[in-house]
């Protein structure tokens, strides 16, 4: 799944219940998908309790802990980056303790603590809750180390601190790992295997964003549409239920539905879909409820058969092509995005050419495309030579992200014209003047402030546009109808 996000965030001033004369300081951050984002928020959550109150100013903390992404070489760089200035920071703060989380902490385990002398605490995805036990053995002078990956962990039971939160929109997590072992994915190795959330915390959640006003969610997974929940357990060993279990189980088009039922004024999103798991009953869902936006993230990696095979995706580029059509026919103005890799090995031209002509095809909104980069422990990083020259990988790359830009481009042409709902989700980077919102294409538009506030939806007119945002005037409703 997942939008990798070059950015770090830090926490903010925590409001829970704290343990008294306890005060010590937090600083977290996050690398890699929305997943380690929502994560981090829960370990705040984990350790508010504990008594630490978050700060965003790296040398005073107390703890620091950063949640790490192993998807690609160059996030594992980045986060080793980060690792060198904790220890200058360390020079000045001795006490500092430093911990890492998240994906590198499971692939690299205690090997961690050779490598990085810097480091005290090794937590993988699904040990948060054993945090306060290994952070009273750091305090006691020792490392420490959970990797334990689990078959039950959903984090249900948690409520998240929303870590520098806009407000209006936030991501509810309903499953946890992956089970689709794509051979270039370090994900199912370092998330573990795939389980889902009890719908009753996710609607309890979700109760709880309403309630604080919360205008937007997006529910979150690895793997969103093989959502299923039976009780609890992994999604492998479903077979095993009981007939009753079986006959009451919620899958993804179900909770899409329960949710947009119950809450018809909140904008839903989801995230991410694997096309081959993508049914046509969450489409139908989708196209019966406004407040679903229109827009799906459906990777596809590549537009040739022989590729997906040797990627393992459990699809051909023609299934693809009827899922495309099917979404276009129930729900005509629906975005979709991709993932898109270059030079995976053995990736001759001709193969390239089949992932532009695909492109061609779908005319895709938006697109996250990457070069192949070999992740040690996968399927295709034991079994393949990593054989497509750095400059091949490159050259295709940058011919991928040509087409996706000239599709980009014509479709936010196409809005100009037309009048759109947005979200005002914060002021525009670019002028203090201009709110910044999204429609439920998931386009971004900036327009005039007027007396908006962040948080209302506003009917704008597209007037001009950019190659990643529109630009953009609210209408005043009253006098147009
Ligand atoms: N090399 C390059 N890109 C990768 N992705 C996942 N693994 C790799 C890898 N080894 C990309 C896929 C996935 C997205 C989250 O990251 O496109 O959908
Ligand atoms: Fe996504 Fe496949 Fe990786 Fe799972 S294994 S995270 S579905 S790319």
Known sequence: MEKTIDESVQGQALTLDQKEGNNRKLFIESYGCQMNFSDSEIVAS?????????????????????????????????????????????????????????????RLKSQFLEEEKIVDLVVGPDAYKDLPNLIEEVDAGRNAVNVILSKEETYGD?????????????????????????????????????RSRDPQSILQEIDDLVAKDFKEITLLGQNVDSYLWYGG??????????????????????LLDLVAIKYPKLRLR??????????????????????ICNYIHLPIQSGSNRILKEMNRLHTREEYFTLIDNIKKLIPDCAISQDI???????????????????????????????????????????????????TKKRRLSEIIAV????????????????????????????????????????????????????????????DCTSATLIAEAIDYSENN
């Not at 938006?366 to 422990?377: D, I, N, V």
């Not at 996706?404 to 014209?417: D, L």
């Open 46 to 106: 984990i350790l508010a309790k504990e008594g630490f109150n978050t700060t965003q100013n790296l040398e005073d903390a107390d703890l620091v802990l950063v949640n790490t992404c192993s998807i690609r070489e160059k996030a594992e760089l980045t986060v080793r980056k980060r690792l060198e200035k904790y220890n200058a920071v360390k020079k000045i703060n001795p006490k500092m303790k430093v911990g890492v989380l998240g994906c590198m902490a499971e």
């Open 158 to 194: 948690i409520s998240p601190v929303r870590l520098q939160s806009n407000g209006v929109s936030a991501f509810v997590s309903i499953t946890r790992g992956c089970d689709n072992m794509c051979t270039f994915c370090v994900v199912p190795f370092t998330r573990g295997r795939e």
């Open 233 to 254: 357990g992994l999604k492998k060993d479903f077979d095993k239920a009981s007939d009753f279990q079986k006959a009451t189980a919620t899958n993804f088009a179900k």
């Open 270 to 291: 989801f995230t991410t879909s694997n096309p081959q798991d993508m049914t046509m009953d969450v489409i139908e869902v989708m196209a019966k409820h406004p407040n």
């Open 341 to 391: 890799i270059t030079g995976f090995p053995t990736e001759t031209e001709d193969d390239h050419q089949d992932t532009l002509s695909l492109m061609e095809y779908v005319k895709y909104d938006y697109g996250f495309m990457f070069a192949y980069s070999e992740r040690p422990g996968t399927l295709a990083g034991r079994k393949m030579e990593d054989d497509v020259p750095e400059a």
């Open 404 to 463: 996706q830009r000239k599709h980009s481009e014509a479709i936010h042409k196409s809005y100009i014209g037309k009048t759109i709902e947005i979200l005002i989700e914060k002021e525009s980077k670019k002028s203090d003047a201009h709110w910044s919102g999204r429609n439920s294409q998931n386009i971004v538009a900036v327009f005039p402030k007027e007396n908006y506030k962040i948080g209302d939806f506003v009917m704008v007119q597209v007037n």
